[in-house]
């Protein structure tokens, strides 16, 4: 067992809820209860975001140490955290949704991150439970938190260095570009001094980006890392979260706006000028207002952020930069035909198919670090001998998927003289030969549809 340190600060754990079943919502605040020290739990704030039935919450402020705060109109989970936040006497704030399971021991590996360096901002791993039977469903640990150009969150496996890190010592922090949003431990002095958050943010979506570089994509997500702090998972910390398809609510405006003005806002307070590839991702975006953002600016200014160059170069080298020479959105052509994922997925071969160039099954891009990339799969190499078929892997960054693009158009493995090669694509898919700078086969024209 290890021992915790004597001075762990207690904490104020703040759940907001809006029309949350009343099971899922008992199990959270129990759980909090019955799996944490005692002394480490200063009280559990519960804001009801103008719930149908506020008898839920106030039958639940008769259990010991909860109070609850209840909206007198709809403020979204936004502003209802930071009204928790405000009302919070401890000096570390516990963010959790209303549909959890805090797992044994969970609390005191997040609470020691943040007890010995107050600019960081910790998750557990998020287990699942199931929507349908509300099993809980242990996740892997091997996990981080990122996202695309259209600036959506979503899992992405450590790369082998970080993986064999974690081999080697399997209780190490994980730093994460993006938080999932909902579950993260945070000095209250520190959430105050990166601004809260966004307040000008409607219900839902958006928040991870600011806090990160700022707090849901979201928002903490890109403030914390810009503004000089730093977001890990500790995989010695659990909970489980009901991840469901549905919300049980209805977005004033529709989602899909309330989720695009949220992150143009992050976009347009954190990206600078690499906006322009969010909206070259998400086209409609331009289109919506977002409201003022001078505050936001301000805030950036006074706290001297990071520009997003930094953020990318620092904490980010993954996400690919569209560029002229490629990167998502551009396709490899052999002539008329182009290498195409044939509608395979993982660990499947690729192969040659005639040009539709509407991307698709012919999204390729070549990255600055030499991968040849399909959406999160990688151009693989999977022994290092000619003849071998090429396989659509996880990219992980692992020699086997480092390419170079030749003058004359050959693509060559790094590491041995072997090249990419559509000689037998109607056999065996595309393979790895050795190069021939007279084979047709071998050359390849990367050509970006954007330009
Ligand atoms: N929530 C809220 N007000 C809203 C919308 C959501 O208080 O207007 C709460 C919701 O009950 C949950 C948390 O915010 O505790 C996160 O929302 P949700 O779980 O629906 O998001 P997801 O986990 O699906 O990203
Ligand atoms: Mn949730």
Same mark, same amino acid.
């Given at each position: 067992?290890?021992?915790?340190?004597?001075?762990?600060?207690?904490?104020?754990?703040?759940?907001?809820?809006?029309?949350? #079943?009343?099971?899922?919502?008992?199990?959270?605040?129990?759980?909090?209860?019955?799996?944490?020290? +005692?002394?480490?739990?200063?009280?559990?704030?519960?804001?009801? =975001? $103008?719930?149908?039935?506020?008898?839920?919450?106030?039958?639940?402020?008769?259990?010991?140490?909860?109070?609850?705060?209840?909206? /007198?109109?709809?403020?979204?989970?936004?502003?209802?955290?930071?009204?928790?936040?405000?009302?919070?006497?401890?000096? %570390?704030?516990?963010?959790?949704?209303?549909?959890?399971?805090?797992?044994?021991?969970?609390? /005191?590996?997040?609470?020691?991150?943040?007890?010995?360096?107050?600019?960081?901002?910790?998750?557990?791993?998020?287990?699942?439970?199931?929507?349908?039977?509300? @099993?809980?469903?242990?996740?892997?640990?091997?996990?981080?938190?990122?996202? =695309?150009?259209?600036?959506?969150?979503?899992? /992405?496996?450590? !790369?082998?260095?970080?993986?064999?890190?974690?081999?080697?010592?399997?209780?190490?922090?994980?730093?994460?570009?993006?938080?999932?949003?909902?579950?993260?431990?945070?000095?209250?002095?520190? $959430? +105050?001094?990166?601004?809260?958050?966004?307040?000008?943010?409607?219900?839902?979506?958006?928040?991870?980006?600011?806090?990160?570089? @700022?707090?849901?994509?979201?928002?903490?997500? $890109?403030?914390?890392?810009?503004?000089?702090?730093?977001?890990?998972?500790?995989?010695?910390?659990? %909970?489980?979260?009901?991840? *469901?398809?549905?919300?049980?609510? !209805?977005?004033?405006?529709?989602?899909?706006?309330?989720?695009?003005?949220?992150?143009?806002?992050?976009?347009?307070?954190?990206?600078?000028?690499?906006?322009? $590839?969010?909206?070259?991702?998400?086209?409609?975006?331009?289109?919506?207002?977002?409201?003022?953002?001078?505050?936001?600016? /301000?805030?950036?200014?006074?706290?001297?952020?990071?520009?997003? !160059?930094?953020?990318?170069?620092?904490?980010?080298?993954?996400?690919?930069?569209?560029?002229?020479?490629?990167?998502?959105?551009?396709?490899?052509?052999?002539?008329?035909?182009?290498?195409?994922?044939?509608?395979?997925?993982?660990?499947?071969?690729?192969?040659?198919?005639?040009? &539709?160039?509407?991307?698709?099954?012919?999204?390729?891009?070549?990255?600055?670090?030499?991968?040849?990339? &399909?959406?999160?799969?990688?151009?693989?190499?999977?022994?290092? #001998?000619?003849?071998?078929?090429?396989?659509?892997?996880?990219?992980?960054? !692992?020699?086997?998927?480092?390419? *170079?693009?030749?003058?004359?158009?050959?693509?060559?493995?790094?590491?041995?003289?072997?090249? %990419?090669?559509?000689?037998? &694509?109607?056999?065996?898919?595309?393979?790895?030969?050795?190069?021939?700078?007279? #084979?047709?086969?071998?050359?390849?024209?990367?050509?970006?549809?954007?330009?």
């Amino acid at each position: 067992m290890k021992q915790w340190r004597q001075d762990l600060p207690p904490t104020s754990v703040i759940i907001t809820f809006h029309n949350e #079943a009343r099971s899922t919502l008992l199990r959270t605040v129990v759980s909090v209860l019955n799996r944490s020290p +005692e002394h480490l739990i200063k009280e559990i704030i519960l804001v009801d =975001d $103008f719930s149908d039935h506020p008898e839920d919450g106030e039958e639940l402020s008769r259990i010991h140490k909860v109070r609850v705060i209840r909206n /007198e109109k709809r403020e979204g989970l936004m502003r209802s955290r930071v009204r928790g936040a405000d009302a919070a006497t401890a000096n %570390v704030l516990t963010f959790l949704d209303s549909h959890c399971e805090c797992n044994a021991d969970w609390l /005191e590996p997040l609470l020691e991150r943040v007890a010995e360096d107050p600019t960081r901002v910790v998750c557990p791993v998020i287990d699942v439970i199931s929507m349908d039977t509300f @099993q809980y469903i242990g996740a892997s640990a091997d996990l981080r938190g990122g996202f =695309d150009w259209s600036l959506v969150f979503k899992w /992405e496996y450590l !790369s082998q260095a970080e993986r064999q890190a974690r081999q080697k010592d399997p209780t190490q922090a994980i730093r994460t570009p993006m938080i999932a949003g909902g579950l993260f431990v945070i000095n209250k002095a520190y $959430f +105050e001094k990166l601004g809260k958050y966004d307040t000008q943010m409607d219900v839902w979506g958006g928040e991870n980006l600011g806090i990160v570089i @700022q707090f849901h994509v979201q928002k903490i997500s $890109f403030r914390v890392w810009q503004c000089g702090g730093s977001l890990e998972i500790i995989p010695c910390s659990r %909970v489980g979260h009901v991840f *469901r398809k549905r919300h049980p609510y !209805s977005f004033p405006g529709g989602s899909g706006n309330v989720f695009a003005r949220n992150t143009r806002r992050a976009a347009e307070v954190w990206m600078d000028d690499y906006k322009q $590839f969010y909206y070259n991702a998400v086209p409609l975006a331009r289109n919506i207002p977002y409201g003022n953002i001078q505050d936001r600016m /301000e805030l950036k200014r006074r706290l001297h952020c990071k520009p997003f !160059s930094w953020y990318l170069k620092n904490v980010y080298p993954e996400l690919v930069i569209p560029t002229s020479e490629g990167g998502p959105g551009g396709s490899l052509k052999q002539g008329t035909a182009c290498l195409d994922s044939m509608g395979h997925l993982l660990d499947g071969n690729v192969g040659l198919y005639p040009c &539709h160039n509407t991307g698709g099954n012919q999204e390729w891009g070549l990255t600055k670090d030499g991968l040849i990339k &399909h959406h999160d799969l990688c151009l693989t190499l999977p022994v290092y #001998a000619k003849g071998t078929t090429l396989l659509m892997q996880i990219c992980d960054g !692992s020699e086997n998927q480092k390419w *170079r693009h030749l003058e004359g158009g050959l693509i060559r493995h790094t590491r041995i003289p072997v090249c %990419v090669d559509s000689r037998y &694509h109607a056999q065996r898919g595309i393979t790895a030969e050795k190069c021939d700078s007279n #084979a047709e086969t071998q050359r390849w024209h990367l050509y970006n549809h954007n330009h």
